[in-house]
């Protein structure tokens, strides 16, 4: 199945800001936006973002989604040791009627 | 609080089957579906499909139709999944997360499953 389409690393300094971005179609991203996970090497994914930059309780505020036509991006301000992780992007997708994932960036603080 | 709690690692043999629980707890059970979700290793994630606890309806991935079956035990607010003829390409850390409200999709993972599959 078609999934979404993310770079596969993005490399900035520390307290630099970092914008990843997640690339669909009109069936998926277009349709309702995209959810963003982290997830530490060993660890599972951790949901920072969901549908039109909705944040669960306890997510930083560094974290900031925004979706425009069928791309979605997610914007890390202020870069932290601890942001190195791995970064996932998800969407329904209307027309497979079933969820897609992105392929993953790999997000280096240098 | 909400958690996710899921069964022991496996080794399994070619052609061989796997059954693998989701225990939840600190919510209410029949209200919220599950996600299957597995990552093989040093790869991305990659959906399998979707229970709802409730009327225990599922959806599935195309690629895993005909071999997978997701069900529940409302009695112990278990979900289970169960995937057959395995091959070495099922190898892979095996995940349950929760369909939060209001479209928060997989706002509550489990700790994982690594399932090997080797002979």
């Known amino acids: 199945q078609a999934g979404l389409t993310q770079p596969p690393s993005v490399s900035k300094g520390l307290r630099q800001t970092a914008t990843l971005t997640c690339t669909g179609n009109?069936?998926?991203?277009?349709?309702?936006?995209a959810a963003w996970l982290q997830q530490h090497q060993g660890h599972p994914p951790k949901l920072l973002s969901y549908?039109?930059?909705n944040r669960p309780s306890g997510i930083s505020e560094r974290f900031s989604a925004s979706r425009s036509g069928n791309a979605d991006s997610l914007t890390i301000t202020g870069l932290q040791p601890e942001d190195e992780a791995d970064y996932y992007c998800?969407?329904?997708?209307?027309?497979?009627?079933?969820?897609?994932f992105g392929g993953g960036t790999k997000l280096t603080v240098l | 609080q909400v958690q996710l709690v899921q069964s022991g690692a496996e080794v399994k043999e070619p052609g061989a089957s796997i059954k693998v629980s989701c225990k939840a707890s600190?919510?209410?059970?029949?209200?919220?579906?599950i996600h299957w979700v597995r990552q093989a290793p040093g790869q991305g994630l990659e959906w399998m499909g979707i229970?709802?606890?409730?009327?225990?309806?599922?959806t599935y991935a195309q690629k895993f139709q005909g071999r997978v079956t997701m069900a529940r035990d409302t009695s112990t607010s278990t979900v289970y999944m169960h995937l057959s003829s395995l091959r070495s390409e099922d190898t892979a850390v095996y995940y349950c997360?929760?369909?939060?409200?209001?479209?928060?999709?997989?706002?509550?993972w489990g700790q994982g499953i690594l399932v090997t599959v080797s002979s």
């Open positions: 997360a929760r369909e939060g409200g209001s479209g928060s999709s997989f706002d509550y």
């Open positions: 600190g919510y209410s059970f029949t209200n919220y579906h």
């Open positions: 229970i709802n606890p409730s009327g225990g309806s599922t």
């Open positions: 009109s069936n998926n991203i277009g349709d309702q936006g």
């Open positions: 549908r039109n930059n």
């Open positions: 998800s969407a329904w997708d209307s027309s497979l009627g079933a969820w897609v």
